[in-house]
Nanobody, 127 residues
Framework: QVRMTESGGGSVQAGGSLRLSCAAS????????MGWFRQAPGKEREAVAA????????YYADSVKGRFTISQDNAKNTLDLQMNSLKPEDAGIYYC????????????????????WGQGTQVTVSS
């Protein structure tokens, strides 16, 4: 089963930026729809952004639209999440996971569709 490895987390001040990256050895991430999720202490894991296999469609949670950008680097076989204008409420552990080949507006955020969860990477945003 594919297993992801996330990296790039850290501590920033509000308004700052971070770039997260996700990799999985032995698997072509472009064959899957991929998603980024986050979980804050005491809260459920929530979907942040996703990209359909092939890269033609991207989806974002309303809370991050205009600030986060999900992308795939096929040459490096990685999934990235560029996070700008970070807010304290963006803090949490960020995970990436592989989804079905195709995701759609009505189902892209369902965590049950994804697997290969890694250990996550911690993002801290101070006010």
């Amino acid at each position: 089963q594919v297993r992801m490895t996330e990296s790039g987390g850290g501590s920033v001040q509000a308004g700052g930026s971070l770039r997260l990256s996700c990799a999985a050895s032995g698997y072509n991430l472009g064959s899957f729809s991929m998603g980024w999720f986050r979980q804050a202490p005491g809260k459920e894991r929530e979907a942040v952004a996703a990209i359909r296999s092939g890269g033609a469609f991207t989806y974002y949670a309303d809370s991050v639209k205009g600030r986060f950008t999900i992308s795939q680097d096929n040459a490096k076989n990685t999934l990235d999440l560029q996070m700008n204008s970070l807010k304290p409420e963006d803090a949490g552990i960020y995970y990436c996971a592989a989804g079905p080949t195709y995701i759609y507006p009505l189902n892209w955020s369902k965590t049950t569709l994804y697997n290969g969860w890694g250990q996550g990477t911690q993002v801290t945003v101070s006010s």
